[in-house]
């Protein structure tokens, strides 16, 4: 174990931390899944995969993957080759994205706790996920169709913020139902994202040259919005841990 030192923020462990202090130390432990002293270890591949809940979520973080990385492989080149700006002006518009990216997954964070107290982890976790990729639908629909090219790219930036509203959810969710395979079940549906970004890095500029860049940005719309529905179907109560195999596959 390394000793604590106030160099640098990232640790293996909590403990290990300057700034970490008993009281946390005992939060952190007590939301840690409890795998010995319930009888459950990690959960087998059966029980992962056979979750109608899983495969929901894994779903929707395709559609996220996919809206998330035209901003992060296209939309630079969108603003300079399709409309017009110039480098510097491109590059300023571009980065406006990653930074309305930042302020939505910080805020969907803290309005899902919120809401979570409040209202119940329905509300908290698929409620703002829901909430995000809907909104992002609408953004990115609406934005490509924008004549001025500035209030295009503003429009479309805040669709990418939307989107980042729903991307503590996802993880949040994947550590209720994963519980002590949390890393297993979330790697799944990352991998999902991952698939996404592949998906719209090869067809993003296929489509665009077939039919308009316009047609880009809807597809992307409509995947969000087909995401924004799967998150009605997801239930972040029915840990898998906790729910027999015949179950998980009616939820």
């Known amino acids: 174990m390394r ?6 923020l990232a640790r293996d462990r909590p403990q290990e931390h300057f ?11 007590q939301g840690i899944p409890q795998a010995k002293a319930t009888g459950v270890g990690r959960l087998p591949w059966r029980a992962i995969l056979g979750s109608r809940n899983v495969w929901s ?18 939309f630079f080149i969108y603003l300079t080759r399709e409309r017009g700006l110039n480098l510097k002006v491109g590059a300023f518009y571009a980065a406006l994205p990653l930074a309305a990216m930042a302020v939505g997954s910080s805020g969907g964070g803290f309005v899902a706790d919120a809401i979570s107290r409040r ?47 729903a991307q503590s959810s996802y ?10 395979s949390s890393g297993t079940l979330s790697g799944l549906m990352n991998m ?10 090869q067809f993003t500029p296929v489509i665009a040259a077939r039919l308009g860049w316009q047609a880009s940005f809807i597809v992307a719309a409509i995947l969000c919005a087909l995401g924004a529905v799967t998150w009605l179907a997801v239930r972040p109560d029915r840990a898998l841990a906790n729910v027999p195999s015949h179950v998980q596959r009616s939820h």
Do not use: H, K, N
């Open 3 to 8: 000793a604590a030192s106030p160099g640098g």
């Open 57 to 74: 979520l894994t779903f929707s973080y395709f559609t996220f993957g996919y809206t998330a990385f035209i901003f992060f492989s296209w």
């Open 192 to 201: 999902g994202a991952q698939l996404g970004g592949a998906v719209t890095a």
């Open 119 to 165: 209202a119940g982890p329905w509300w908290g976790r698929c409620g703002v996920g829901f909430l995000g990729l809907a909104m992002a639908a609408v953004f990115v629909a609406l934005g490509s169709s924008v004549r001025a090219a500035s209030s295009a790219a503003l429009v479309l930036a805040g669709g990418a913020g939307a989107l980042y509203l």
């Open 171 to 180: 993880w949040a969710v994947s550590a209720d139902l994963g519980g002590s």
């Open 19 to 29: 700034r970490v202090g008993a009281a946390e130390l005992e939060l952190i432990a």
